[in-house]
């Protein structure tokens, strides 16, 4: 296995367990990390090729009847980075083995039914990894913070999201939930960038101005959420991500470890090879 300057292991350090605060997580912090940048991003591509070879194992080993598959949820206040993840850590293995799906306002069609009515839709199929860029969580977050529904239905749907999740879990999916935590400083800096440079106003949104003013509510949201979401089967994983290059070394670490779990196999073929090769050479 290639050389790694992970001190200690990143999924102990940034997983939610009884008592995580997420007040107590730097969002500046490189956890269980010796490096800098530079070695950052050389640890990003030191580990592309290996994802690749087990995404591909897994995508395999679904054509043989294989039924697991990985699901990566990514939550997060506005420029915290979650289209770089897509990029640089999912954007390295086959596309043909990944499904992503941004989930944006709900149109009127998934209003007439239940909030999760939508995700289902997007879940993977086996053998490809899943993104989701937002997800069922906008339901207990923004609907938390903007009363979009009313307090017991929200308290309600903590229950429902961990019942969902374990039945996704038991049909063989592997969650990796991932909560990408930016300073209000930092997004500030990005969102100030975004105006300055005539190519990324596009990316501007001005109703993100508005969420900022909501900021200390928004984390009361995901703390409680984190709080009653975070399971043995559906673990989250709270990434500091002021420093983009960490949030992806950290992302593409988190896919790994559960990659390597799942030690997908090539099939074994269903004919004879040594067969097939002398049809082949007398062809």
Not at 137 to 154: M, N, T
Not at 245 to 254: C, D, M, N
């Amino acid at each position: 296995m290639a050389k790694t300057r992970w001190e200690t292991e990143p999924e102990k350090l940034l997983r939610v367990d009884e008592g995580f605060a997420l007040s107590d997580v730097d969002p500046d912090s490189t956890p269980g990390f010796d490096g800098d940048e530079e070695k950052g991003e050389k640890e990003l591509k030191r580990h592309v090729d290996e994802l690749a070879d087990l995404q591909e194992r897994l995508f395999a080993e679904s054509r043989a009847g294989g039924n697991r598959r990985i699901l990566l949820i990514l939550q997060a206040m506005d420029t915290a980075g979650k289209g770089g993840i897509v990029r640089h850590v999912v954007g390295g293995v086959d596309p043909q083995g990944v499904k992503l799906h941004a989930f944006k306002s709900p149109s009127d069609e998934e209003k007439a039914h239940d909030f999760l009515w939508r995700i289902r839709r997007q879940l993977p199929e086996p053998g490809l990894i899943g993104v989701f860029d937002r997800s069922h969580y906008e339901d207990v977050l923004i609907h938390r913070v903007r009363g979009f529904s009313a307090p017991d239905v929200i308290e309600e749907r903590y229950d429902i999201i961990r019942d969902f999740e374990q039945e996704l879990v038991d049909d063989g999916t592997t969650i990796v939930k991932v909560m990408l935590h930016i300073s209000s400083d930092e997004q500030k800096a990005r969102l100030q960038e975004r105006l300055d440079r005539p190519d990324k106003n596009w990316k501007f949104n001005p109703g993100d101005v508005d969420e900022r003013m909501l900021w200390s509510q928004y984390m009361d949201a995901y703390q409680i959420a984190l709080e009653r979401t975070s399971t043995e089967g559906a673990p989250w994983y709270v990434v500091p991500a002021d420093n983009k290059w960490y949030a992806r070394i950290a992302v593409q670490r988190l896919l790994l470890n559960e990659l390597r779990g799942l030690d997908p196999q090539w099939p074994a073929a269903e004919f004879d090879v040594e067969e097939q090769k002398k049809r082949l050479a007398g062809s």
